[in-house]
């Protein structure tokens, strides 16, 4: 159990958790990419990592695409940054990268 008494997520809802993080995040930097749909629910290892694995290969590519003028742009908002704050491309691929 949590320390708000909900239970806790098993390792791979914690993989997922990330792969889809990654996922929408790398969005907001308007790639002509197409983000891979990650299966929330999946149980197996395999696709659990693939699904990982597709989220770090989408990252990549949506980086690749970016120039200096497009990295220093405001990223799009998401349902949940919503705050106002100006967010730059690059802080979002520097909070993703870690």
Not at 6 to 21: D, K, M, R, V
Not at 57 to 65: C, N
């Amino acid at each position: 159990m949590t320390s708000r008494g909900l239970p806790q997520p098993s390792y791979g809802e914690q993989i997922l958790h990330i792969a889809e993080a990654n996922v929408n995040q790398m969005k907001r930097l308007a790639s002509k990419q197409t983000a891979p749909v990650i299966d929330m629910k999946a149980t197996s290892r395999a696709v659990i990592l693939k699904a990982l694995d597709d989220s770090f290969d989408y990252g990549t590519a949506v980086i690749k695409e970016q120039t200096d003028q497009t990295m220093l742009q405001a990223a799009a908002e998401t349902s949940s940054i919503r705050s106002g704050a100006y967010s730059t491309s690059a802080c979002v691929v520097s909070s993703v990268s870690g």
